[in-house]
């Protein structure tokens, strides 16, 4: 159970977070962030003037028609004539291997349009090239941004 939910992401930044759980049930897909996101100094809770992290959080989004083909997830690798490939990955196997600790998911930057958020991420893990760059583009109409408590002793 989560103190704040907010609908309204104007405020909310998930640039740098790394989520390292992710669920999908009943249309909604989960990701989990321990170390939490970013909230700016703009946000009504926000009593700082700073852009500061939250306690562990989670991030709720309504997958449209409730089916795993709303979720489209890419990884950008560059095979051995050093060409770039873009490899398609399952959902349900990308979530099991951000659960297990093969991957971290890092997000950098964000992009929403009608009915869609495409986030530019790195996939990280333990053996050399460390990251790939990846996509992940969610078929949705909202996010629901969930938190406990403001860490204002971690400051952007």
């Given at each position: 159970?989560?103190?704040?939910?907010?609908?309204?992401?104007?405020?909310?930044?998930?640039?740098?977070?790394?989520?390292?759980?992710?669920?999908?049930?009943?249309?909604?897909?989960?990701?989990?962030?321990?170390?939490?996101?970013?909230?700016?100094?703009?946000?009504?809770?926000?009593?700082?003037?700073?852009?500061?992290?939250?306690?562990?959080?989670?991030?709720?989004?309504?997958i449209l028609d409730e089916e795993t083909d709303?979720?489209?997830?890419?990884?950008?690798?560059?095979?051995?004539?050093?060409?770039?490939?873009?490899?398609?990955?399952?959902?349900?196997?990308?979530?099991?291997?951000?659960?297990?600790?093969?991957?971290?998911?890092?997000?950098?930057?964000?992009?929403?349009?009608?009915?869609?958020?495409?986030?530019?991420?790195?996939?990280?893990?333990?053996?050399?090239?460390?990251?790939?760059?990846?996509?992940?583009?969610?078929?949705?109409?909202?996010?629901?941004?969930?938190?406990?408590?403001?860490?204002?002793?971690?400051?952007?």
């Open positions: 159970m989560y103190e704040h939910c907010d609908l309204n992401d104007s405020c909310i930044s998930l640039h740098d977070c790394h989520a390292e759980k992710m669920n999908y049930e009943n249309g909604i897909l989960s990701f989990v962030f321990p170390d939490g996101f970013w909230i700016t100094d703009k946000h009504p809770c926000n009593k700082s003037d700073n852009c500061v992290r939250t306690s562990s959080s989670q991030v709720d989004f309504q709303s979720i489209e997830i890419y990884v950008f690798r560059k095979n051995r004539s050093s060409k770039l490939i873009r490899e398609d990955r399952e959902p349900d196997n990308f979530i099991s291997a951000v659960n297990s600790g093969d991957l971290r998911l890092e997000f950098i930057k964000q992009y929403k349009s009608f009915q869609s958020f495409l986030f530019k991420c790195w996939v990280w893990f333990e053996k050399p090239p460390y990251h790939y760059e990846c996509e992940v583009i969610l078929h949705s109409e909202k996010a629901v941004y969930k938190w406990n408590q403001l860490r204002y002793d971690r400051v952007w």
